[in-house]
């Protein structure tokens, strides 16, 4: 079994900088393409960041020039480092990974989410 855990959300001033971290765990063999999603209330799930194992990055257009994707591989983990932080951030933010576990099977999996408040 897999589990993704996120942490690092929390409340944050406009303008303001957060961290996030998505650990995963469990029986794995091997991580390819590791993404964050957000979901404001109300609203559809949005992509955000993406990195492949090869560290291939992409950005949704919203956070281009704010947000940063990194992974460290030795700690199966992904970062968001998100800086000019504004009230439209404010969402749940969500980690999504591929990952091959011991029996080689690969399933797509998710965190269960980390709420980041953007407020004055």
């Known amino acids: 079994q897999v589990q993704l855990v996120e942490s690092g959300g929390g409340l944050v001033q406009p303008g303001g900088s957060l961290r996030l971290s998505c650990a995963a765990s469990g029986s794995i063999f091997s991580i390819y393409g590791m993404r964050w999603y957000r979901q404001a209330l109300g609203k559809q799930r949005e992509y955000v960041a993406g990195?492949?194992?090869?560290?291939?990055?992409s950005y949704g257009d919203s956070v281009k020039g704010r947000f940063t994707i990194s992974r460290d591989n030795t700690k199966n983990t992904v970062y968001l480092q998100m800086n000019s932080l504004q009230f439209e951030d404010t969402a749940v933010y969500y980690c999504?990974?591929?990952?091959?576990?011991?029996?080689?099977?690969?399933?797509?999996?998710w965190g269960q989410g980390t709420q980041v408040t953007v407020s004055s």
């Open positions: 999504n990974a591929d990952v091959q576990d011991a029996s080689r099977v690969v399933k797509g999996y």
């Open positions: 990195i492949t194992s090869s560290e291939s990055i």
